[in-house]
């Protein structure tokens, strides 16, 4: 009869096994923050490579923390609070003449410390700010309630040196 206690003990043991790695496995994967990385041409790829080298370690006094999954397309500090996902398409504000104007309420265009962005503001009070003028669509989304100005200036400087001048497309 002992010969049959150790064979219950396996087949009972398996399937709580088998459930701890599930839920081991479920609960890494929701850890981090998560953006969308952009599929941009390869020499626009090879562009936002040479951004990512040069992006600094604390924006607007965060640390990195660069969301899932890894690319050198995407860089994240403080989490989600600011995110930054180079190679995007253009957005459609990007060609409406009343962005260029001032007139719309929704998008506006303006310049940080030589870097032009195009301005939106998004249904949760989060902002998005697009570079213009650039040979590639930088996006930069910062959390409601946090200061944009500080996040734009810190990442000009980055954006100057990789991305040239010209218009992308």
């Known amino acids: 009869m002992n010969t049959f206690r150790p064979r219950h003990r396996i087949l009972v043991g398996l399937p709580v096994l088998a459930l701890l790695i599930v839920t081991a496995g479920c609960s890494t994967s929701d850890a981090g923050d998560s953006a969308a ?83 939106e503001k998004g249904d949760d009070g989060s902002y998005r700010f697009t570079c213009a003028n650039r040979t590639a669509y930088v996006e930069v989304t910062v959390a409601k309630g946090r200061d944009s100005s500080g996040a734009l200036i810190d990442l000009a400087g980055a954006v100057k040196k990789a991305i040239p001048e010209g218009i992308a497309d």
Do not use: F, H, Q, Y
């Not at 599929?39 to 990195?64: F, H, I, M, Q, T």
């Open 37 to 119: 990385v952009p599929s941009p041409d390869p020499k626009v790829a090879g562009l936002c490579r040479n951004l990512d080298e040069a992006l600094p370690d604390k924006v607007d006094g965060l640390g990195r923390e660069d969301p899932e999954p890894r690319s050198a397309l995407t860089a994240g500090w403080g989490g989600s609070a600011i995110i930054l996902r180079c190679g995007v398409e253009r957005p459609p504000k990007m060609t409406d003449p009343k962005v260029a104007k001032g007139s719309d309420p929704d998008a506006v265009a303006g310049g940080v410390n030589g870097v032009d962005w195009l301005m």
